[in-house]
């Protein structure tokens, strides 16, 4: 990499558990579901049908809460084999509506160090899901004036990641993607020669987990909180005084 000072015209940011919390409420919901369906399965055997059922679906309602709602119905249709009442799937309905209005919770200094980096970057927010779901959580967040530009995708891979860069002209290597998921926010950015920070979360969704396999050797930058970026950002641009 070399120790050239960086510039930057973008500094993009992923949303769900960089700049909010966003897993721990499926494994809450998840834990509700599993309890509804104790009577008729083990644990083990709910959760891994659960997930196959929403890996199977993300090509067909892609990420977010309404597509793992229906993956919720469909699972527990097959786990009953069809017995499954009404009252039931009412009550898978109202876990996806308590979460969809749970209100969004930043993760510590989030709404401290954003405004301060959106003072000396253009910020983007670079986020996949449902439209509808990602925009108001962004809006109730309170961050949104801070982020000049808002993308949200329903994948996050290197032809994504390439599209947007052409649509804002903007050159990989002056463009830094911030997130949790080495499979969404770090690898595909670093394929295309741009710059990829990652910060580490409590948990990650199994379907964004990669091997070592994938990551060593990739040279991607790490901090351990939000808070560290101001820093380390003026140290990649070489605008530390002294
Ligand atoms: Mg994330």
Redesign the pocket.
């Given at each position: 990499m070399g120790n050239e000072p960086l510039q930057f015209d973008v500094v993009a940011f992923?949303?769900?558990?960089?700049l909010w919390h966003?897993e721990p409420l499926f494994t809450t919901t998840e834990n509700k579901f599993r309890k509804l369906l104790e009577p008729y399965h083990s644990q083990f055997w709910i959760d891994k049908r659960l997930y196959e059922t929403e890996i199977k679906n993300l090509a067909v309602f892609g990420y977010g809460v309404k597509g793992f709602t229906l993956s919720m119905i469909e699972t527990a249709i097959e786990l009953t084999e069809g017995r499954i009442q009404g009252n039931e799937i009412q009550r898978i309905i109202n876990f996806s509506k308590e979460m969809l209005k749970t209100p969004v919770q930043l993760l510590p200094d989030v709404a401290e160090i954003i405004p301060e980096l959106a003072r000396q970057h253009t910020l983007m927010v670079i986020?996949k899901g449902d439209l509808f779901e990602q925009e108001s959580k962004l809006a109730r967040s309170g961050l949104a004036d801070l982020f000049k530009f808002v993308e949200i995708v329903s994948e996050k891979n290197a032809e994504t990641y390439g599209e947007i860069l052409k649509r804002h002209r903007i050159a990989p290597e002056r463009f830094v993607m911030i997130?949790?998921?080495l499979k969404?926010?770090i690898l595909p950015v670093l394929s295309l020669n741009a710059h990829a920070i990652y910060i580490h979360?409590e948990t990650t969704w199994q379907h964004?987990q990669v091997g070592s396999e994938e990551t060593d050797g990739a040279s991607y930058h790490r901090v351990d909180t939000v808070s560290d970026l101001p820093e380390y950002l003026n140290r990649l641009t070489g605008s530390v005084a002294g």
């Open positions: 992923d949303a769900d558990d960089t966003n986020t997130g949790n998921s969404s926010d979360y964004e």
